[in-house]
């Protein structure tokens, strides 16, 4: 645990609050400093592209930081060349020989990805993020703060703004973050950032009994619109529902991280009395979809390229569902190219009524996980931060067989020590309250029939 993770823990209440607004100024500030307001300007111009203006576009863009690869990258140089590529072959490379290029596996990126991944000349003044390992394979990436500023962009451009509203909106969220840093912390089930006007619930706390607190901290911030994990919200909202609570009137529910059904928008409309907007991307920053004003989910092509690929690694038709594969166009300082991210999409058809010219998908087929239950009530669907630092872990899968008793699966060479394992257990208890918990190590974790991977598990029923 970080030294400001520790200090935090220990906070009054409202220290803990001109904590995380303290937080919030810098992470503004990184994210919408720089080159952000540039590059705002420029997603927003794009918006309104032509096919072949996109196509142009997308080819420069692809031959540029691929290229840059070629030279700069140690694993793509050698990749590429084990593969027959030269210099003079990626110069010229087309949209239609993209799939020629070789995959870049989940495993590389958590070997490599700060090492033969890295640019020989990065910006020495970003920082690793490190997925949460919630779907399985925890994986650090490099931001830049260029990178960030470009990212925060898109996402203002093609989330935000689709949707109606903006950084500067007052909003709820429900993420990874633990700002209760206890499983067992009382109410508020909630911090505030006073520079974001943001409302963090806690992801961890959801159930029943404290829904009503959650509409009570909306309430006293005058937050417009609720954003994050998908199911998450979801059960807060349920909860809401079943209790009778009357929620505030929102602009907008814009979730993200699982697959969002339309039993999930129904009640949003019911609570919140809005539309619901979903996005898909993830801490890889290669790829963005989302959702605009007349329900398309599109590709952002400036973001990166979309391949949605069969089993043989063509490209699907329309109307069919496909492995996801993702090219980004933002990261020059641990390129991602064709990164087989692990979700899969059905690929949509015909154009949308908004106007703009950017590929449709029909579904996000993603990743359907079991909802885990904790003792008092509460319901969660991911484990942000189980595994984080814990390098030797190269899979991991969490199943619950009881309401008091959870096996966590680990895949991994090298065993785990008795203090990494410790430190699971406790980061578990600490989300879900006191109950078993067995660590088994293994040296393969099986798929399932259908040779995906599921990384959280119930057998309740």
């Given at each position: 645990?970080?030294?400001?993770d ?5 906070l ?46 997308t ?11 070629f ?25 239609n ?15 490599f ?36 500023q ?10 935000r703004h ?9 909003r709820?969220?429900?993420g990874?973050?633990r ?12 911090r ?104 398309s ?26 492995e996801?594969?993702?090219t ?15 979700d ?11 106007g703009?010219?950017m ?7 993603g990743?359907?996980?079991d ?31 009881t309401?008091?008793?959870?096996e966590?699966?680990?895949?991994n ?8 394992i ?25 798929q ?14």
């Amino acid at each position: 645990m970080a030294l400001k993770d520790k200090i935090y823990k220990f906070l009054p209440l409202p220290l803990q609050n001109v904590a995380i607004s303290i937080f919030g100024y810098l992470w503004q500030k990184r994210r919408f400093g720089g080159v952000f307001q540039e590059e705002l300007i420029e997603f927003k111009k794009r918006d309104n592209f032509t096919r072949a203006q996109w196509s142009d576009y997308t080819v420069q863009e692809l031959r540029k930081i691929i290229l840059y690869a070629f030279e700069n990258v140690p694993f793509y140089k050698n990749l590429y060349q084990q593969n027959g590529f030269t210099l003079e072959r990626l110069q010229n490379l087309t949209l239609n020989e993209l799939k020629s290029l070789p995959f870049l596996e989940k495993e590389a990126v958590r070997k490599f990805g700060e090492t033969d991944l890295m640019a020989t000349h990065f910006d020495k003044e970003g920082e690793y993020f490190g997925s949460s390992g919630s779907t399985g394979t925890p994986s650090k990436i490099y931001f830049s703060k260029t990178t960030h500023q470009k990212w925060s962009a898109a996402f203002e451009v093609r989330i935000r703004h689709w949707a109606g509203v903006n950084n500067k909106t007052p909003r709820g969220m429900i993420g990874g973050r633990r700002v209760l840093p206890n499983a067992n912390d009382g109410p508020p089930y909630y911090r505030y950032n006073l520079v974001e006007k943001q409302v963090y619930f806690s992801a961890y706390h959801i159930a029943q009994s404290t829904a009503q607190n959650y509409v009570d901290g909306m309430k006293k911030y005058g937050i417009e619109y609720m954003n994050g994990y998908a199911v998450s919200n979801y059960l807060l909202a349920l909860f809401i529902k079943k209790n009778n609570i009357q929620a505030p009137k929102l602009k907008a529910v814009i979730t993200s991280s699982e697959k969002l059904t339309p039993e999930m928008r129904t009640v949003f409309q019911e609570v919140y009395q809005c539309k619901t907007y979903d996005s898909w991307s993830g801490v890889e920053a290669c790829a963005l979809v989302s959702e605009c004003e007349h329900g398309s989910l599109h590709v952002s092509e400036d973001v990166g390229i979309l391949e949605i690929i069969d089993d043989n690694g063509n490209e699907v038709s329309e109307g069919e569902t496909g492995e996801v594969v993702c090219t980004g166009f933002l990261n020059y300082d641990q390129p991602l190219l064709r990164y087989r991210i692990g979700d899969r999409m059905t690929k949509g058809k015909g154009s949308c009524a908004c106007g703009r010219n950017m590929p449709i998908i029909k579904d996000i087929d993603g990743r359907m996980e079991d909802v885990i239950k904790g003792a008092d009530g509460r319901q969660m669907v991911r484990f942000h931060g189980l595994f984080i630092g814990i390098s030797s872990i190269e899979r991991a899968q969490v199943i619950q067989h009881t309401i008091h008793h959870i096996e966590i699966k680990i895949q991994n060479e090298i065993a785990l020590t008795t203090p990494e394992i410790e430190l699971i257990k406790t980061r578990l208890e600490s989300q879900l309250g006191t109950m078993k918990v067995d660590v088994n190590q293994h040296q393969k974790i099986e798929q399932t029939a259908n040779g995906k991977f599921k990384a959280v598990i119930s057998m309740i029923k």
